[in-house]
């Protein structure tokens, strides 16, 4: 009760501007009452046994001065030798090998059965006991007891923290590339370039991967993929393995292990064979040669991952190959060194025909895997994304884990928010995690969760576990947004312990990113909690996936473009209905691909629950949903709904000034501030489309009925022209205007006709990159409002040069007071390619949304 007390009177936490660089590793001060209060219980002579310069013994060490220097302003002694018993408290580092050899039997209650990477950890007694099955497990254990004291929890414990899964993996979609506009860019990365390449090389500068390899090792993860899936063959020259090696020299000190993403077609690409014919007995030996040589510069690589004959990539299906002949093939070699191969399940045909009702994407994983299952080499582990199509917003798991019996599973989570708002909006992954971990699949009749499948204790395997596309680049936030590392946080937390609680989860990271202010604490938690459900129902519903825009940036809103092309993410909306059939009686078949329970659940509309019923089932707009809704109007409400909910998360988060510092508040309120009007977008986009296509109109009347808006292109023009946007409905009623091009000046007048009060004042736009246009509201002659359309400059999204989902923005103007007969001008001033272009204007009443 004392210790809480003491939390809550420590309220406001010393705030120093910080710019993200270390995560949540700050370190940070505790509040001089709790420091002084605890000061006695931190022992202050450390004794550690075995430790090497350069290994992770040896950066727990350092990793304990920082941490105790900083959080308690504590100096500490440390011995290289020596055991517990004298009378010093003492801070003991080790692992449970060396320390037993050093020192004999740990005097504890049970001696601690330790698996790979877990460790023992007792604060009782005086002393800090922490003992590794490894030296990185005892990293982790240090990492463990700074993370509590960081939270000010001071408690005395003795536990035993093991991992439930071996293979805690993190992948990079970082690409080795050199074009005049790329320079180590990275595949749906949205900050920044590349940490490890640049031009086609490694990086001479690698600064930022020392200290990446800290936030990794703190959160457990043991091995890192750094290029690419669609890997670039010159990763394997000379040249660039000697800067692989660099890159591991780095995370070596940190236990994390260093993996390469391998091309299938290297030997002819990068060899001077004219087959990769995983058969051939010359690109076997090609293979043979190539690992050693890898596993010569870095002989603790991890291993390898490979995406084959998926998206273009090369495989052996293009040698009528089965895909175990071709993983065996480099997995062999990969073995003697004792490597893991990852083999990606995301192998799928993207021209599939549309036209016919029983193709489906979502069948792809089953039906390329589920004869090989067994035929894989021991260390081939397969490598799965949660859904059956790719990170959508709600998926449910894939078919594939209740099929790998003999084969050991990792599944493929993304940290990165490809689909998911790109780092731009705010979406905590954890609670979306959890619910696919914590399905249960009904093997044989039996429960079988996914955490389980993967983990392999399902079907009885050493390997499995995860693997999460991380997107970190040089902005010195790592991932663009602040709040987005919780998401990095919490897949090392789930990666662990697949069960950790998401609200726990974020409340822990936020002590440590933010500080001990409960405020703070509690609206974080609550803004994170919210966003996964706010960011569902504004963008795609009932399970028919997100919506964003397929064919280009995965990111602004276009409905149509899942449909009548070969990319099978598919939605079948029509003038009539919508969804994908995926029963057996009468669509694709995928429901059947389910264990015989969870199979007869899907295969019913009665039985299948409304966030998935577009998943499944192909239904009228009118039919009605287990909620009563219908599903149009379903549609339209969430839609309302999300955004609505979006706009709650400025104000919690300005509530937050001044408890956190100037500098991460400034930088989130500007992507907060954002999203509240690119909710609006989607929610417009998103009604219009289906508004249109059905023909249904919104029960409460709110779809296409916007009484506070001026239309831009409705207004006197002069210097502008009213455009076509694509996809239409992202813009309202259709239509924008844009200066008319070579002109440096533009202007839309009209007579405003709403009764006279104060409203606040908002102008939708499209935010182009490689343009700064300016803008001017003026009411009666007056400047009233001014922006530039620099969104660009500081978003991290995947850039559009068009007037679409991805560009289409709202800026919010403050308040303003007019009356009934003032004039409103705008002003436009082009720049580059950004022809000032306009969409709406809206004044809106207090409590009004639109
Ligand atoms: C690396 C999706 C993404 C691609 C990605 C692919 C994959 O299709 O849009 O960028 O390619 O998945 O996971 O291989």
């Excluded at 018993?85 to 320390?99: A, K, M, Q, R, V």
């Excluded at 005892?138 to 990492?143: D, K, P, Q, V």
């Excluded at 004291?149 to 990079?172: S, T």
């Excluded at 403050?814 to 007969?821: H, L, M, N, P, R």
């Amino acid at each position: 009760m004392r210790h809480l007390l003491w939390l809550a009177t420590a309220l406001v936490s010393t705030v120093v501007a910080e710019d993200g660089l270390a995560g949540w590793l700050r370190y940070a001060p505790l509040p001089e009452k709790i420091a002084k209060c605890h000061a006695k219980s931190i022992p202050s002579q450390v004794k550690v046994l075995g430790a090497t310069d350069g290994l992770p013994l040896a950066s727990a060490v350092n990793e304990l001065k920082l941490g105790l220097r900083g959080i308690m302003g504590k100096e500490v002694d440390v011995h290289s030798e020596g055991c517990l018993g004298d009378e010093t408290p003492t801070i003991l580092l080790s692992t449970l090998e060396n320390y037993v050899s050093a020192c004999g039997e740990l005097d504890a209650d049970e001696p601690p059965s330790l698996e790979e990477d877990g460790f023992y950890f007792n604060t009782k007694d005086g002393n800090v006991v922490i003992l590794g099955s490894n030296e990185r497990a005892t990293l982790y254990g240090t990492f463990e007891y700074l993370s509590r004291l960081a939270q000010a929890n001071f408690e005395a414990v003795e536990y035993v923290d093991n991992p439930e899964a071996n293979i805690r993996w993190g992948n990079h979609w970082d690409n080795m590339d050199y074009t005049s506009s790329t320079h180590g860019s990275v595949e749906r990365g949205y900050a920044g370039v590349s940490i490890f390449f640049q031009d086609n090389k490694i990086r001479s500068d690698l600064s930022r991967v020392a200290q990446y390899a800290r936030l990794l090792a703190s959160i457990r993860l043991n091995a890192i993929v750094i290029n690419n899936v669609n890997a670039n063959p010159i990763t394997l020259t000379d040249e660039n393995l000697e800067g692989v090696g660099r890159i591991a020299d780095l995370f070596r000190p940190y236990g994390v292990q260093v993996a390469l993403s391998l091309n299938f077609a290297s030997p002819v690409e990068l060899g001077d064979l004219d087959t990769f014919d995983p058969l051939d007995e010359d690109v076997v030996r090609w293979w043979d040669d190539m690992i050693d040589t890898i596993y010569g510069v870095v002989p603790d690589l991890a291993g390898f991952l490979n995406k084959a004959n998926s998206e273009g990539q090369p495989g052996p299906l293009t040698y009528n190959r089965t895909l175990a002949e071709g993983a065996n093939m480099m997995a062999r070699p990969t073995a003697r060194h004792g490597g893991i191969f990852m083999f990606r399940a995301f192998v799928y045909d993207h021209h599939l025909d549309h036209r016919d009702w029983y193709n489906d994407r979502a069948n792809a994983a089953v039906e390329f895997f589920q004869h090989h299952d067994g035929e894989f080499e021991e260390n081939v582990v397969v490598q799965i994304k949660y859904g059956p199509i790719d990170f959508q917003v709600r998926e449910p798991p894939s078919t594939l884990f209740a099929h790998l019996r003999d084969t050991p599973m990792a599944i493929e989570l993304q940290v990165t928010q490809e689909y998911l708002g790109q780092q731009n909006h705010l979406f905590y992954l954890n609670p979306l995690w959890r619910e696919i971990l914590d399905f249960d699949l009904r093997v044989d009749g039996e429960a079988s969760y996914v955490r389980d499948a993967v983990s392999g204790k399902r079907f009885g395997h050493k390997l499995g576990g995860y693997a999460a596309v991380i997107n970190v680049g040089m902005d010195r936030n790592w991932l663009g947004s602040h709040l987005a590392m919780s998401n990095l946080y919490g897949y090392g937390r789930i990666a662990w312990d697949s069960q950790s609680d998401s609200v726990e989860v974020i409340e822990d990271w936020t002590r440590l990113t933010f500080g001990l202010d409960r405020r703070v604490i509690d609206t974080i938690a609550e803004m994170s909690m919210l966003s996964w459900p706010m960011y569902e129902n504004y963008t795609g519903n009932l399970g028919v996936q997100t919506l964003t825009d397929i064919l280009h940036t995965h990111y602004g809103p276009n409905p149509a473009s899942q449909d009548n092309n070969g990319w099978g993410q598919w939605t079948r909306a029509n003038e009539h209905s919508i969804g994908m059939d995926r029963t057996v009686w009468n669509g694709t078949g995928f429901a059947g691909q389910y264990p015989a329970e969870v199979a007869e659940q899907f295969e019913h509309i009665e039985t299948t629950p409304d966030n998935l019923l577009l998943w499944f089932h192909h239904v009228p707009y009118t039919h009605v949903l287990k909620s009563g809704n219908t599903v149009i109007q379903h549609f339209y409400d969430a839609h309302y709904d999300g955004a609505e909910a979006a706009q709650t998360l400025v104000p919690m988060w300005e509530s937050l000034k001044g408890r956190i510092d100037e500098e991460r508040h400034a930088h989130m309120l500007r992507r907060l501030v954002y999203q509240t009007g690119h909710a609006i977008v989607w929610r417009d986009a998103v009604n219009y489309f289906y508004h249109n296509l059905s023909g249904i109109e919104d029960e409460a009347g709110r779809v296409g009925s916007h009484p506070w808006r001026i239309e831009v292109e409705d207004m006197a023009l002069d210097g502008y022209e009213k455009v076509a946007v694509t996809p239409p409905s992202t813009a309202s009623r259709f239509y924008a205007v844009e200066a008319a091009p070579g002109s440096s000046e533009a202007t839309a007048t009209t007579t405003l006709g709403f009764p006279a009060g104060r409203y606040r004042l908002a102008v939708n736009y499209y935010d182009l990159p490689d343009g700064q246009a300016s803008y001017e509201v003026h009411i009666n002659g007056e400047v009233v409002a001014a922006w530039e359309g620099d969104y660009d400059l500081y978003l991290g999204n995947s850039k559009s040069e068009f007037l679409d989902g991805h560009t289409a923005a709202r800026r919010w103007l403050g308040e303003v007071d007019i009356a009934e007969g003032d004039e409103l001008k705008i002003v436009g001033r082009p720049d580059g390619i950004e022809r000032a272009p306009l969409d709406y204007v809206v004044f809106l009443p207090e409590g009004v949304v639109d």
